[in-house]
């Protein structure tokens, strides 16, 4: 766009042509920050949620929380194996440890945590203990079904990323986290220092799948 031009051999300047270009370097410089923007406020995003994992890792793993968990393995298990209960009288330790991760749940949902780092540090430690609780937590007779909503949501968004990490779509409920198995992340509780670990898994083996209704 010619901004200027030869009248009487005196040289004019169009000012409606530099305006528009004016116009279309602010437009252009504009949208460069905004994007530039968007793209720290992801990444300062993406450090805040490592942070915050961090955090609730250091938590997971501190001599307290060792010591709720601890609780609650020798309050399921006795010579027999898993002990007995009721959606009237559940284990009062498991509630200290299914907030930890109602808690998880809730910096999910409100943005601070990425469900997917949650599964790949806590879902063999949650996902043992959901299953043992279940009833607790879903059940329409149990009390606290409301008060764990978000943990629902939470369990069934990892157990879909479990079930595509081991390439299937289908999740038989107690085909992985069996009352053997169960009892085995119970005893593994009782006897380390609460050190993640990893369960060795057969590629047949079916990821517990949650029984949720749907989101409201």
């Known amino acids: 766009m010619d901004a200027s031009k030869e009248a009487g051999g005196h040289l004019v300047v169009n000012w409606e042509a530099v305006q528009a270009v004016a116009t279309v370097a602010l437009v252009v410089t504009s949208a460069g920050a905004i994007s530039y923007a968007g793209l720290q406020l992801r990444h300062e995003r993406d450090y805040r949620a490592v942070e915050n994992l961090e955090k609730q890792l250091s938590f997971f793993l ?41 808690h998880l749940s809730l910096l999910v949902k409100k943005g601070h945590l990425d469900v997917y780092d949650v599964w790949h540090t806590f879902y063999e430690w949650a996902q043992p203990v959901y299953v043992d609780m279940q009833p607790l937590i879903e059940s329409e007779e149990s009390a606290y079904t409301e008060h764990y909503r978000d943990l629902q949501r939470m369990m069934r968004q990892m157990d879909e990323i479990q079930m595509d990490k081991m390439q299937t779509q289908k999740g038989e409920h107690w085909a992985l986290w069996t009352p053997e198995r169960i009892i085995e992340h119970y005893q593994y509780e009782l006897k380390t220092s609460g050190r993640p670990r990893r369960i060795r898994r057969r590629h047949q083996t079916q990821v517990t799948a949650t029984r949720l209704r749907d989101d409201a």
Do not use: C, I, N, Q
């Open 62 to 102: 501190s001599e307290k929380f060792v010591a709720v968990r601890r609780r609650l393995a020798e309050s399921r298990l006795d010579e027999t194996g898993l002990k007995s209960w009721t959606v009237e009288e559940p284990p009062v330790s498991a509630f200290e440890v299914l907030d930890f991760y109602e």
